[in-house]
Protein backbone atom coordinates (compact mmCIF):
# COMPACT_ATOMS: atom_id res chain seq x y z
CA UNK A 1 0.00 0.00 0.00
CA UNK A 2 1.52 3.76 -0.75
CA UNK A 3 1.97 5.56 1.96
CA UNK A 4 0.01 9.22 1.08
CA UNK A 5 2.92 10.96 3.00
CA UNK A 6 5.71 9.54 0.41
CA UNK A 7 7.72 10.75 -1.82
CA UNK A 8 6.08 9.02 -4.42
CA UNK A 9 2.79 10.47 -3.55
CA UNK A 10 4.38 14.09 -3.21
CA UNK A 11 5.57 13.54 -6.92
CA UNK A 12 2.01 12.41 -8.23
CA UNK A 13 0.35 15.32 -6.38
CA UNK A 14 3.27 17.78 -8.40
CA UNK A 15 2.44 16.43 -11.46
CA UNK A 16 -0.95 16.63 -11.30
CA UNK A 17 -0.69 20.29 -9.86
CA UNK A 18 1.26 21.04 -12.84
CA UNK A 19 -0.79 19.47 -15.72
CA UNK A 20 -3.03 21.30 -17.62
CA UNK A 21 -4.07 19.30 -19.78
CA UNK A 22 -4.69 15.86 -17.72
CA UNK A 23 -6.81 12.82 -19.57
CA UNK A 24 -8.25 10.39 -16.94
CA UNK A 25 -8.95 6.87 -17.71
CA UNK A 26 -11.33 5.51 -15.96
CA UNK A 27 -13.26 1.68 -14.98
CA UNK A 28 -15.02 -0.04 -12.91
CA UNK A 29 -12.94 0.68 -9.91
CA UNK A 30 -13.62 4.02 -9.56
CA UNK A 31 -17.28 3.38 -8.86
CA UNK A 32 -16.26 0.59 -6.30
CA UNK A 33 -16.94 3.47 -3.76
CA UNK A 34 -20.50 3.90 -4.73
CA UNK A 35 -21.07 0.29 -4.39
CA UNK A 36 -20.80 -1.09 -7.72
CA UNK A 37 -18.92 -4.19 -8.97
CA UNK A 38 -15.76 -4.58 -10.45
CA UNK A 39 -15.51 -7.92 -11.59
CA UNK A 40 -16.15 -8.91 -15.20
CA UNK A 41 -18.75 -7.99 -17.73
CA UNK A 42 -20.78 -4.95 -18.91
CA UNK A 43 -21.84 -3.44 -15.34
CA UNK A 44 -19.88 -6.35 -13.48
CA UNK A 45 -22.25 -8.30 -13.00
CA UNK A 46 -20.93 -11.48 -14.28
CA UNK A 47 -17.83 -13.57 -13.61
CA UNK A 48 -17.58 -16.53 -15.99
CA UNK A 49 -21.01 -17.62 -15.29
CA UNK A 50 -24.20 -18.56 -17.67
CA UNK A 51 -27.54 -16.82 -18.16
CA UNK A 52 -30.45 -18.40 -17.30
CA UNK A 53 -30.65 -19.41 -20.82
CA UNK A 54 -27.61 -21.20 -21.13
CA UNK A 55 -25.72 -18.53 -22.92
CA UNK A 56 -22.46 -16.59 -21.95
CA UNK A 57 -23.24 -13.10 -21.36
CA UNK A 58 -21.19 -11.99 -23.99
CA UNK A 59 -23.68 -13.66 -26.11
CA UNK A 60 -26.85 -12.55 -23.94
CA UNK A 61 -25.34 -8.84 -24.44
CA UNK A 62 -24.35 -8.46 -28.13
CA UNK A 63 -25.83 -6.62 -31.11
CA UNK A 64 -26.84 -9.57 -32.70
CA UNK A 65 -29.12 -11.23 -29.85
CA UNK A 66 -30.81 -7.93 -29.52
CA UNK A 67 -31.78 -7.80 -33.25
CA UNK A 68 -32.57 -12.00 -32.87
CA UNK A 69 -34.14 -11.83 -29.40
CA UNK A 70 -34.30 -8.31 -27.94
CA UNK A 71 -36.18 -9.16 -24.46
CA UNK A 72 -32.75 -11.74 -23.88
CA UNK A 73 -30.36 -8.65 -24.06
CA UNK A 74 -33.01 -5.98 -22.56
CA UNK A 75 -33.14 -8.97 -19.15
CA UNK A 76 -29.77 -8.64 -18.53
CA UNK A 77 -29.90 -4.73 -19.60
CA UNK A 78 -32.29 -4.60 -17.07
CA UNK A 79 -30.18 -6.59 -14.15
CA UNK A 80 -27.29 -3.97 -15.19
CA UNK A 81 -29.55 -0.70 -14.31
CA UNK A 82 -30.96 -2.19 -11.36
CA UNK A 83 -27.31 -2.88 -10.12
CA UNK A 84 -26.34 0.69 -10.91
CA UNK A 85 -30.05 2.34 -9.42
CA UNK A 86 -29.68 4.55 -7.21
CA UNK A 87 -26.01 4.81 -6.54
CA UNK A 88 -24.21 8.25 -6.13
CA UNK A 89 -20.95 9.44 -7.18
CA UNK A 90 -17.99 8.88 -4.65
CA UNK A 91 -15.08 10.98 -3.94
CA UNK A 92 -13.38 9.98 -6.73
CA UNK A 93 -15.87 11.40 -9.37
CA UNK A 94 -16.94 14.15 -7.22
CA UNK A 95 -12.92 15.50 -7.28
CA UNK A 96 -12.23 14.80 -10.65
CA UNK A 97 -15.12 17.19 -11.48
CA UNK A 98 -13.17 19.48 -9.27
CA UNK A 99 -10.10 19.33 -10.71
CA UNK A 100 -11.66 19.87 -13.77
CA UNK A 101 -13.13 23.26 -12.72
CA UNK A 102 -9.40 24.05 -12.37
CA UNK A 103 -8.15 22.84 -15.26
CA UNK A 104 -10.75 23.62 -18.14
CA UNK A 105 -8.43 21.21 -20.82
CA UNK A 106 -9.07 18.28 -18.20
CA UNK A 107 -10.70 15.16 -20.18
CA UNK A 108 -12.16 11.74 -19.34
CA UNK A 109 -12.40 8.61 -20.75
CA UNK A 110 -14.78 6.44 -19.48
CA UNK A 111 -15.71 2.84 -19.87
CA UNK A 112 -18.81 3.12 -17.26
CA UNK A 113 -21.84 3.12 -18.27
CA UNK A 114 -23.34 4.07 -14.71
CA UNK A 115 -23.45 7.67 -15.62
CA UNK A 116 -21.70 8.59 -12.32
CA UNK A 117 -19.13 11.28 -13.62
CA UNK A 118 -21.77 13.11 -15.21
CA UNK A 119 -24.04 12.89 -12.05
CA UNK A 120 -20.76 14.02 -10.45
CA UNK A 121 -20.40 17.51 -13.01
CA UNK A 122 -17.80 16.42 -15.14
CA UNK A 123 -18.29 18.18 -18.69
CA UNK A 124 -15.60 16.99 -21.09
CA UNK A 125 -16.72 13.50 -20.87
CA UNK A 126 -16.46 10.36 -23.35
CA UNK A 127 -18.27 7.59 -22.43
CA UNK A 128 -16.78 5.27 -25.36
CA UNK A 129 -19.22 2.63 -24.02
CA UNK A 130 -22.06 4.49 -24.03
CA UNK A 131 -24.98 5.09 -20.98
CA UNK A 132 -27.78 2.85 -19.62
CA UNK A 133 -29.61 6.04 -19.15
CA UNK A 134 -30.55 7.18 -22.60
CA UNK A 135 -32.59 4.84 -24.71
CA UNK A 136 -32.47 5.09 -29.03
CA UNK A 137 -34.75 3.83 -31.48
CA UNK A 138 -32.54 2.36 -34.71
CA UNK A 139 -35.78 2.69 -36.75
CA UNK A 140 -37.04 5.98 -36.39
CA UNK A 141 -33.97 8.04 -34.48
CA UNK A 142 -35.95 8.66 -31.62
CA UNK A 143 -34.40 8.76 -28.44
CA UNK A 144 -35.15 9.78 -24.35
CA UNK A 145 -33.25 10.44 -20.99
CA UNK A 146 -34.53 8.51 -18.12
CA UNK A 147 -33.53 8.33 -14.46
CA UNK A 148 -33.70 4.81 -13.98
CA UNK A 149 -35.87 1.80 -15.53
CA UNK A 150 -38.49 1.16 -12.50
CA UNK A 151 -41.95 1.13 -14.23
CA UNK A 152 -40.44 0.49 -17.29
CA UNK A 153 -41.37 -2.34 -19.72
CA UNK A 154 -38.71 -4.47 -20.94
CA UNK A 155 -38.17 -4.52 -23.98
CA UNK A 156 -39.03 -0.60 -24.11
CA UNK A 157 -40.80 -0.06 -27.07
CA UNK A 158 -40.77 3.21 -29.53
CA UNK A 159 -43.59 5.34 -28.70
CA UNK A 160 -43.06 7.27 -32.80
CA UNK A 161 -42.80 4.01 -34.52
CA UNK A 162 -43.31 1.02 -32.29
CA UNK A 163 -40.17 -0.77 -32.68
CA UNK A 164 -38.09 -1.65 -29.83
CA UNK A 165 -35.64 0.48 -28.12
CA UNK A 166 -32.47 -0.22 -27.04
CA UNK A 167 -30.15 1.47 -24.55
CA UNK A 168 -27.45 3.72 -25.71
CA UNK A 169 -24.54 1.25 -24.67
CA UNK A 170 -21.95 -0.55 -27.00
CA UNK A 171 -23.22 -3.96 -26.97
CA UNK A 172 -20.47 -7.03 -27.89
CA UNK A 173 -19.90 -7.53 -31.50
CA UNK A 174 -20.68 -3.69 -31.89
CA UNK A 175 -18.51 -0.82 -33.04
CA UNK A 176 -17.65 1.61 -30.69
CA UNK A 177 -19.82 4.68 -31.29
CA UNK A 178 -17.83 7.55 -33.91
CA UNK A 179 -18.56 10.56 -32.13
CA UNK A 180 -17.28 8.96 -28.86
CA UNK A 181 -14.21 7.96 -31.00
CA UNK A 182 -13.49 11.47 -32.91
CA UNK A 183 -13.73 12.96 -29.33
CA UNK A 184 -11.17 10.63 -28.05
CA UNK A 185 -8.89 11.48 -30.89
CA UNK A 186 -9.42 15.30 -30.90
CA UNK A 187 -7.88 14.99 -27.18
CA UNK A 188 -4.95 13.13 -28.28
CA UNK A 189 -4.09 15.44 -31.20
CA UNK A 190 -3.95 18.34 -28.55
CA UNK A 191 -1.28 16.47 -26.79
CA UNK A 192 -2.35 15.46 -22.90
CA UNK A 193 0.80 16.64 -20.43
CA UNK A 194 -0.54 13.41 -18.16
CA UNK A 195 -2.59 10.36 -17.90
CA UNK A 196 -3.74 9.26 -15.42
CA UNK A 197 -5.56 5.59 -15.26
CA UNK A 198 -7.57 4.73 -12.42
CA UNK A 199 -9.92 1.18 -12.06
CA UNK A 200 -9.28 -0.18 -15.09
CA UNK A 201 -7.78 -3.33 -16.04
CA UNK A 202 -6.71 -1.47 -19.36
CA UNK A 203 -7.33 -4.81 -21.43
CA UNK A 204 -8.99 -2.86 -24.16
CA UNK A 205 -6.63 -1.41 -26.93
CA UNK A 206 -8.09 2.17 -26.86
CA UNK A 207 -8.00 2.43 -23.33
CA UNK A 208 -4.56 1.33 -23.24
CA UNK A 209 -3.29 3.25 -25.82
CA UNK A 210 -3.16 6.81 -24.07
CA UNK A 211 -0.80 5.09 -21.77
CA UNK A 212 1.29 3.69 -24.29
CA UNK A 213 1.49 7.20 -26.42
CA UNK A 214 2.82 8.73 -22.93
CA UNK A 215 5.21 6.48 -22.81
CA UNK A 216 6.00 6.66 -26.44
CA UNK A 217 5.74 10.56 -25.93
CA UNK A 218 8.09 11.02 -22.92
CA UNK A 219 4.66 12.10 -21.05
CA UNK A 220 4.60 11.17 -17.66
CA UNK A 221 1.57 8.54 -16.72
CA UNK A 222 0.04 6.96 -13.10
CA UNK A 223 -2.02 4.53 -12.56
CA UNK A 224 -4.71 4.14 -9.56
CA UNK A 225 -5.08 0.55 -8.88
CA UNK A 226 -4.55 -1.83 -6.03
CA UNK A 227 -4.33 -4.36 -8.97
CA UNK A 228 -2.01 -5.36 -11.45
CA UNK A 229 -3.32 -4.19 -14.79
CA UNK A 230 -2.15 -4.61 -18.10
CA UNK A 231 -0.33 -1.05 -18.29
CA UNK A 232 0.75 -1.42 -14.48
CA UNK A 233 5.10 -2.38 -15.97
CA UNK A 234 4.79 0.99 -18.34
CA UNK A 235 2.96 3.48 -16.55
CA UNK A 236 5.36 6.57 -14.58
CA UNK A 237 4.03 6.01 -11.02
CA UNK A 238 1.73 3.63 -9.53
CA UNK A 239 -0.80 4.26 -6.30
CA UNK A 240 -1.64 0.49 -4.95
CA UNK A 241 -4.76 1.87 -4.00
CA UNK A 242 -8.48 2.49 -4.51
CA UNK A 243 -10.07 5.73 -6.70
CA UNK A 244 -11.36 7.38 -4.06
CA UNK A 245 -8.53 7.36 -1.30
CA UNK A 246 -5.82 7.84 -3.70
CA UNK A 247 -7.55 11.06 -5.22
CA UNK A 248 -8.78 12.25 -1.81
CA UNK A 249 -5.29 12.15 -0.91
CA UNK A 250 -3.97 14.07 -3.71
CA UNK A 251 -6.49 16.65 -3.38
CA UNK A 252 -5.48 16.88 0.35
CA UNK A 253 -1.71 17.43 -0.67
CA UNK A 254 -2.89 20.21 -3.05
CA UNK A 255 -5.55 22.32 -1.27
CA UNK A 256 -6.23 23.08 2.00
CA UNK A 257 -10.39 22.60 1.61
CA UNK A 258 -12.78 20.22 0.36
CA UNK A 259 -14.02 21.32 -3.05
CA UNK A 260 -16.94 23.22 -3.21
CA UNK A 261 -20.46 21.39 -3.80
Request: glycine share 8%; charged share 20%.
Amino acid sequence: MIDPSGAMFGEVAALLDRARRPLFITGAGISADSGLPTYRGIGGLYNDRLTEEGLPIEEALSGRMLARRPEVTWRYIGQIESNCRGAEPNAAHRLIAAFEKEKPALWVLTQNIDSLHRKAGTKNLIEIHGTVHRLLCAACGYEREVEDYAGLALPPICPECAKPLRPDVVLFGEMLPQLALGQLARVMEDEPDLVVSVGTTSVFPYIAHPVWWARQNGVASVEINPGETEVSAIVSYRLKMGAAQALSALWDCLHPQPPSK
